[in-house]
Structure formats: C-alpha cells, structure tokens
C-alpha cells in the first residue's frame, strides 16, 4: 500500500487545483466543488500505477491521470441526480448544494474537460485513449441503466448482477489501467492482462463487499451492518440466495424483502448462510481474484515491478499473503 | 437553399439508422427516440456546406456531421430537462416518455457516442476537432447555465444577453462550419473567416426570432405572436427596452412582466415601439448580417462556391437579394 499512498498524495499535489476558468460561478463552482475533498482517488492512482508497472512515470500520465478523476465525479455527479442522493463523501452532493439543473451541466462539463486533458497527449496515444474512454463511458452508462432496470425487477439472474457489476464499476478500474500502460508504451498482450487484471481485481472486490455488508466486521468494515438489506440493494448474496431458493423459500424472502420488521437484518442473513449464498460468494471472490493474480503475472515485466500493484490488491481484498 | 435542401435529404439517408446497440434497451431506446425526426438538421448540414465550400464533399465529412447531429441532440436532451419542457417537436420530450434519469444517460450517451465519431477521424484532424468540439460544449454549457442565472434577474444588459446567445447558440454553428473546413484542409484564416460568418448569421438570426415574435406576421413566422412576452422571456426586446426605460417606465414595464392581464402582449409591444426596441433590433439584425457577409467575402475561394451559403443565409435572414 505504501507505493499507492505515495502516488495519491502526488497526485493531490497536481490535482487539486482550478481545472475551470471563473465565470459563469454558478456552474464553475458546483464543478470545482464536486472535486473538492475528492475521496481515494483510486482510478488516477490505478492508472499512474499501470505506467509504472512497465517505466519511470511518465509525465503526461499525471494530465491522464487527471482526466480519469474527472471522468469519475462526471458519473457520481449524475448517479447522484439519478439516485436522488443526498450526501456523498459527508457532504451535500451536488445537486442539493446548488440545484439538479447545475449539477446537470456541471456534470456535462466535467465529461467535456476529460476530453480536453486526454486531448493533450501525444498525437500518437490520443485516438487509443479517447476510444477507451469512449468504450467505458458507454459501459458504465449501460450498468447505470440496468441497475435502474434490476430494481424494478423481483429477481434477477447472477449472471446478470455479475454483468452489471462489471460495466458499472469494474471496466473503469481495468480500463484506468490499461490507460496508463498506454502511455508507458506497453504491447497489446501487456496491455489485454492489465485490463484483465484490473476488472477481476474489481468484480472480486465488489463481490467481498456485498459479502461484507452482511458478514463483515462492522467496525473494521467501517459501514453500518446489512446496510444494503435494509435498502433492498440487489446484491450478490440476495442475487444468489433468490436464485437457488424453492418456490416456498422464495415466497419467504419476498416477503421479507418489502417487510420492515426489527429483526428483518439477522432474517436475511440466515436466510443467505442456509442458502449457502456466504459461501457462494467467498467462492466467486476467489475465482476473481485468482484470474487477477494470473493476468498480473502473465504481465512481462520483472516481478519486482508488479510488488506495487500486488500489494494494493492485497490490501483491497484483505488477503494477507 | 435547394443545395441546402440536397445536401440535407442526403445527410438523413446517412444518418437515419441505429446509431448504437440494443441493449439496454431502455438506454438506447430513449436515445434513438430522441433521433427520430429529427428537425431541420442544420448543424450537420452547416458542416457538410463548410466542406463544399473548398472541395467536393470529403466522405469522411459525413461521420462529422454525424457527430455534430448527436452532439446537438446532447444538448436538447438536457435543455429539455432542465427547462422541464413536455414536448420537443410535437412529441413528448424523453424525459416524459421515459423518465428523468432515463433521459439524463441517454444525453450522456449521445455525447460519448459523439466523440467516437468524431475520433474516427484521420489522425491528423482528429485533436483539432475533438478540440473545437470541446470548447464549443464548454460554451454551450456556459451559455445554458446564463440563461438559468438570468432568469433570476429583473434585468441584464444587452452586452450580457448578446453574450449569452452568442455562447448558447451562435458559437455551435459557427463550429459546424469550421469543422467542414478542417475536413477539407481549409487554412487558419479561412477557418477563422467561416467561424466568423457563422457566429455572426446566429446573432442576426437570433435577434431576428426576437423581434419576430412580437412584430413578425405569425402566419409567415409559424409562432403564435408575443409567445416569449407571455412566457417573460428575455429577448432582445425586452432587454433594450429595459436597458433604455427611465425608472418611471421601468417600473411599469415590470409590473407588466409580473402582471397576468388580457391585453399584455400588445401592451408590451406598445413599450418595446416606444422605446425604439424594434428599431435597435432591426439595426442590430442589419450589424451582425454585414459583419457576416463580410467574412464570407473574404474567404479565399471562387465566387460561386460561396452562392450555396449566401442562399441559405439571404433565406434565413429574409433577405431579398
């Protein structure tokens, strides 16, 4: 973890900075106020990592870099809209800071200026990563609209959770990566397993906080326990529990699902162990995270450059190795 | 206009097909919805006529356009959000047959969608485009979130809303015809000359509707006549009125915009007449046309490849000549 600490904290220093002109306020300020106190930072971070894995960090990486962290508050910004959510990171979000009109544009001024930053690379790069961004963007839109989709839904399969996962958080994690290991110059072969790396590092992570949010240590795990039973979030024990129930089974959850009794949390949670639904999900987080780990060493590079990356993977995955 | 109308006829055999995936169809339902009849298309065909200026249309042109025409329907989208609109060209606006968040991606992905043609490009027009295409947005967006704050306001100067409309829509059509332009490998000065006559045909064009809407024939105009004065819409009009009343006539003229009255439509046409808006509009209509004519003289080509652009332009600006 120490390399990735290292890197946010440059990171800050480059980052945190007016990326907009003064005027008109209004929508300059909500903009600037969205990247204020701006959480891990982990994409930027992901992709100057993936430069290093193959050279000395490049410098126009950092503007990339840069680009990926405005691309990510251009989607929080109209997640919120759409979820009608009022804070994030502690703070009003945008929307409720100024109003949803702003935030609108706001938001469609952060995704143009990712624009303008991946424009300044070198002519050689530009087209390879505005077609990947372009590429995820499209993704993460479709993730959006099916996880809009899935809450009208009572059941849906894993397969399509699994699906859904991957285009609303884990292409953007792989894609950050394979970004960086653009600029550093990397072959196709490098570039395929760092992005294979990076979205199975993020489905196994977003299958252990599902896991988590249910089993997890509350204190250690830093979210209040069954958080996502009591909002009904679809997530891969519920996903996995509904799918393997009988018809009686089923009905039961159901019910459970739209009741609001005191003791619904410690229900649904031996509801998902009798269904085996825990470890089901310990199951799938290994499988994600083996194929990471294999993608990452099928990376050609001395393994001494890839302690960074596998050491930040460790930590995300809690795996002590 | 008959090349105007040629060259459109052949941009919506181009342009009329799927423009993106099937799935989620929701997703890509809203935004296919939202290409449908489609309107005059005259940004596309701006750029198409941009290239024709200097050489037989270039068939890269055409994916230009394309981009120009999704990109303009980016902004509608969202306008139509915010502004709450129920209907855009006589059919319910996106949000309203879908939903607001429905709506709010669909303009998301039209935009990304943009930037993947955009980028098809030949690499050596690609970041000079994606360039204009972001600055152009950013202007857009600025011109937008104008518009809001002014609503706000009991009066701005004329320089303000001239600086408005010039950002919300004269700089996205002179844009289209740069682009055209580029495509053709036009030089800087001619490049700076179309923009030039671009921006300024919007400004004349603009100031025109305004003082169409309360001193035009209706039957000839298509709009019910004091449209934007029931609706207290700052118009060109309204803001020299203001801009000139002493205090005496100002606080009559904003009892009036407040008021609900039977007759105020031709009572605010009586002060704008009184307060020679009518006339400063004419003039002002008259400014920005020679300015315009100007710098389409003074591109650097034959005579007759310009007659295309001045029909379109002596067509919109009801110029008989």
Sequence with gaps: MKRFQEISQQFSTHFDRSHFPDQPETLYGAASYMLEDGGKRI???????????????????????????LFHNFTLIHDDIMDKAPLRRGKDTVHVKYNESTALLAGDILLLRTYEY???????????????????????????????????????SLDQYMNMIELKTAVFLAASLQMGAIMAGAGETDQENIYAFGKNLG????????????????EKFGKQKGGDILANKKTFLL???????????KQIMENLIVSSAADKIEKMIK??????????????????????FTH?????????????????????????S
Tied chains: 1, 2.
């Design 271 to 292: 509801l998902f162990r009798e269904s085996g639904a825990d470890q089901a999900a310990m199951a799938a987080k290994h499988i994600y995270m083996d194929k990471a």
């Design 239 to 249: 996903v996995h529990a509904l799918e393997k129930a009988g018809p009686a089974e």
């Design 43 to 69: 994409r930027p971070v992901l992709c100057l990592m993936g430069n290093e894995l193959f050279v000395p960090i490049i410098p126009d990486t950092w503007k990339i870099a840069s680009a990926l962290e």
């Design 296 to 320: 990452l060493d099928l990376i050609q590079v001395p393994a001494e450059n890839k302690m960074a990356l596998r050491e930040l993977a460790d930590f995300l995955l809690e795996r002590d």
């Design 203 to 218: 489905l196994a992570f977003q299958v252990q906080d599902d896991f988590l949010d249910s089993f997890g240590n509350p």
């Design 118 to 156: 991946l424009n300044e690379a070198k002519l050689n790069h530009v087209q390879h990563l505005i077609r990947i961004l372009n590429k995820t963007g499209k993704e993460i839109c479709e993730g959006q609209q099916m996880d809009m989709d899935f809450e009208k839904l009572t059941s849906i």
